[in-house]
Nanobody, 127 residues
Framework: QVQLVESGGGTVQPGGSLRLSCAASGFSLDDGAIGWLRQVPGKGREAVSCISGSDNSTYTKDSVTGRFTISRDNAKNTVYLQLNNLKPEDTATYYC????????????????????RGKGTLVTVSS
């Protein structure tokens, strides 16, 4: 059974940084894509960034490109999301998600084929 445990959220001022972690069990990072989605109350979840299990390629949402960076540590079976230059509109609950979908581009998988398995970690950006 896949279990994902997110951590690292918190409250920061605009321009601040956080590093989110997602520790995976029951899922090897080589099994498929893993990444981050976020959700604001009253809105749907949106893909933020994903990393491929096969070739380490990444997908990142346009509005956070250059500010957010996804990475993984296979030895720890953990994925990270570095959040820099945070903005109030980045406030959301961030969820870790996985996918074993094959035959699709990573962008498609990240936006449409991810399964959220964790409880999320809240990021609040406020002055």
């Amino acid at each position: 059974q896949v279990q994902l445990v997110e951590s690292g959220g918190g409250t920061v001022q605009p321009g601040g940084s956080l590093r989110l972690s997602c520790a995976a069990s029951g899922f090897s990072l080589d099994d498929g894509a893993i990444g981050w989605l976020r959700q604001v109350p009253g809105k749907g979840r949106e893909a933020v960034s994903c990393i491929s299990g096969s070739d380490n390629s990444t997908y990142t949402k346009d509005s956070v490109t250059g500010r957010f960076t996804i990475s993984r540590d296979n030895a720890k079976n953990t994925v990270y999301l570095q959040l820099n230059n945070l903005k109030p509109e980045d406030t959301a609950t961030y969820y870790c998600a996985t996918s074993t979908a094959k035959g699709y581009g990573l962008g498609y998988v990240c936006n449409w084929a991810m399964e959220v398995r964790g409880k999320g970690t809240l990021v609040t950006v406020s002055s």
